[in-house]
C-alpha cells in the first residue's frame, strides 16, 4: 500500500469552507491503495491568541479569559457548522470542541490563580489550537463518507524531552508508537488526523514543537511510517526562484536536494520549520511542497538524489531583510591571534546569532551580520569588551543594508559562477559591501544597501535566467 502524510497550515484550515476543501482533497487521494495521514495546523491566527491569553492569565485577566473563551467558542462552532453538513456529526464534534474549551477555560484560570506562567504551562495553553482544529477536519471527513479519527500528538505516539516550547524528538520510542498506534489505522482504510505543533513528554505531560512546528510533525510522522511521500500543502505553489513580490516572473522550482531546501529555509526563504526537513533527509522521504488552491500543480519536490541539474548552477535568489552589518577594524589586528575569537566570545554571551562572517586577508577587519534588532546590544557590549584594547581601532555599525543569497547546489566546483553573479551586480552600478561563501559551496551571500536589494536581486534573477529554466 502506497502511503502519504499530508500537512495543512492555519491559512489552509482558516475557515470551515477551506477545512471542507482540504477534507475533499484528502478523499480524492485517500483509498485502498493509498492510506493518507492528515497533519492540521490551528485555525489561522489561533496559536498566537493563545499566546496572548496565557499573557493575560498570569496577569490576573479574568475578564479577557472570559471573553477570549466564547470567542474562540463561537470562532470553532461556527467553522465546524460550515465544515460539516451532517447534523449529527457536526454535533459530535461541537461536543468535543465544548469540552475542550472547558478544559482550556479551566487550564488558564489555573494560570490566573498561580499568577505563573511557566515554559510548561504556556505549552499547555498553546496546544489547544491544533486539538481544536482537528477534530473538526477530521469531522468533515466522515461527512465526506471518509472513515477518520482524529489523534493528538501524544496519542499517536510521538515523544520529546521536557524542553517545553521548543522540545526535543526522541525518534526511537517515537517511531515505535506511531507505527503500532497510526499503522493499523492505514490498514483498515481510516485516515488519522493528527495535531500538528504537538507532542508529548515520557511523562505524558503535552509539549510543543515550536512555532510552525506542523511541518515538524509531518516529517517525523513521514519518517517513521517511512512513507512514500510527504506532502506539505500551502498557499503557494511551492519553493519559488525568487520572492514574486521582487520578481514578477520568478518561478516555482521543480525539484531540489534536501541540501539546497534547508539552505534556503536557513536564508528564511518561506518560513519552514528549521528542523523540519531533518527526519525526511535521515529516511530519504520525498516531500513535496503544494499549492492547496491549485492542486493541479506538482509544486516542488524535495528529494535526496536530485535528478534535474540546473545548467549554470544557479537556483534561487532571496534577499534577507531587518539585518545589520557590524565592522570591527584597527591596522593591530593584522597577525594578531585571538582578535575573531574575542569578537564572537562576546556575541555568544549575549546570545547574539552571527548570520554571515568574512575577514579581509589584510586582516584589518572583520565584518559580521546580525538580527538588526540586536544591533545596539551588539555594539554597546563589543565597544565595552575591545575599544581602548591597543589592536582594535574602531567598530562601525550599519544599519541600512541587506543580504542577498544566490542558493543551488550545481554551484560546487563550478568556475565562474561567482564573477557572473558580481558582474551582473556591477552593471546596475551597485556596491557590494562585504561577500562570503559557504565553503559548503551551496551558497554565495552579499551585502548591499537595503535600497539597493530588490534590484539586485532581479539582476542575479536575469543574468542566470531563472525564470526560463
Ligand atoms: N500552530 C502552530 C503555530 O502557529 C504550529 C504551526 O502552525 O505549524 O506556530
Ligand atoms: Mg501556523
Redesign the pocket.
Known amino acids: 500500500m502506497k502511503k502519504i502524510v499530508m500537512k495543512f ?3 489552509s484550515v482558516a475557515t470551515g469552507k477551506k477545512i471542507r476543501h482540504v477534507a475533499k482533497l484528502i478523499a480524492d487521494n485517500a483509498n485502498k491503495d493509498c492510506g493518507v495521514v492528515a497533519v492540521v ?2 485555525l ?1 491566527g489561533i ?1 498566537n491568541q493563545l499566546i496572548q491569553a496565557s499573557e493575560e492569565a498570569k496577569k490576573g485577566n479574568r475578564e479577557y479569559i472570559h471573553k477570549f473563551k466564547d470567542e474562540i467558542l463561537q470562532r470553532h462552532y461556527t467553522t465546524a457548522d460550515q465544515a460539516i453538513k451532517d447534523k449529527t456529526i457536526a454535533q459530535e464534534v461541537k461536543q468535543v470542541l465544548g469540552e475542550r474549551i472547558g478544559d482550556l477555560e479551566q487550564v488558564l484560570t489555573g494560570i490566573v490563580f498561580v499568577g505563573e506562567l511557566t515554559p510548561k504551562s504556556r505549552d499547555n495553553v498553546i496546544a489547544y489550537g491544533e486539538k481544536l482544529s482537528a477534530p473538526i477536519v477530521s469531522g468533515a471527513l466522515n461527512d465526506l463518507g471518509v472513515e477518520s479519527v482524529h489523534l493528538t500528538g501524544g496519542d499517536a505516539g510521538i515523544v520529546t524531552d521536557s524542553n517545553f516550547g521548543e522540545a526535543g524528538l526522541l525518534m526511537n520510542v517515537t517511531k515505535y508508537q506511531l507505527t503500532k498506534n497510526v499503522e493499523p489505522l492505514l490498514k483498515k482504510g481510516i485516515v488519522p488526523v493528527l495535531t ?2 504537538i507532542a508529548a513528554t515520557q511523562d505524558g505531560v503535552t509539549s510543543t514543537l515550536g ?2 512546528g ?1 511541518d515538524y510533525t509531518a516529517t517525523i510522522v513521514g519518517a517513521a511510517l517511512e512513507v512514500d511521500e510527504v506532502w506539505i500543502w500551502t498557499d503557494v505553489d511551492g519553493i519559488m526562484t525568487s520572492d514574486p513580490k521582487i520578481v514578477a516572473d520568478a518561478k516555482t522550482i521543480p525539484e531540489m536536494s534536501f541540501k539546497e531546501a534547508t539552505e534556503l529555509t536557513i536564508f528564511g526563504a518561506k518560513a519552514m520549520h528549521p528542523r523540519a526537513l531533518e527526519p525526511a533527509r535521515k529516511e530519504g522521504i520525498p516531500v513535496r511542497i503544494r499549492n492547496v488552491f491549485e492542486p493541479e500543480k506538482a509544486g516542488t519536490l524535495i528529494v535526496k538524489d536530485q535528478k534535474i541539474k540546473a545548467k549554470n548552477g544557479v537556483k534561487a535568489v532571496t534577499i534577507v531583510k531587518n539585518v545589520a552589518m557590524i565592522t570591527v577594524s584597527g591596522a593591530g589586528m593584522v597577525g594578531a591571534p585571538g582578535t575573531a575569537a574575542k569578537v564572537f566570545e562576546v556575541l555568544g554571551k549575549e546570545n547574539i546569532n552571527i548570520l554571515m562572517i568574512s575577514q579581509s586577508v589584510s586582516e584589518a577587519n572583520i565584518s559580521l551580520v546580525i538580527q538588526r534588532k540586536l544591533l545596539e546590544r551588539a555594539v554597546s557590549n563589543l565597544e565595552i569588551a575591545l575599544l581602548g584594547k591597543e589592536f582594535i581601532r574602531e567598530v562601525m555599525a550599519e544599519d541600512d543594508v541587506c543580504v542577498v543569497a544566490v542558493l543551488g547546489a550545481g554551484m560546487k566546483g563550478m568556475p565562474g559562477v561567482a564573477s557572473k553573479i558580481f558582474s551582473a551586480v556591477a552593471q546596475k552600478g551597485i556596491n557590494v559591501r562585504m561577500i562570503a561563501q559557504g565553503s559548503s559551496e551551496l551558497n554565495v551571500s552579499f551585502v548591499v544597501k537595503e535600497k539597493d536589494g530588490a534590484e539586485t536581486v532581479r539582476a542575479i534573477h536575469q543574468e542566470f535566467k531563472l525564470s526560463t529554466k
Open positions: 497550515g492555519g491559512s495546523s490551528a489561522e496559536t500538528g505543533f512555532r510552525g506542523s
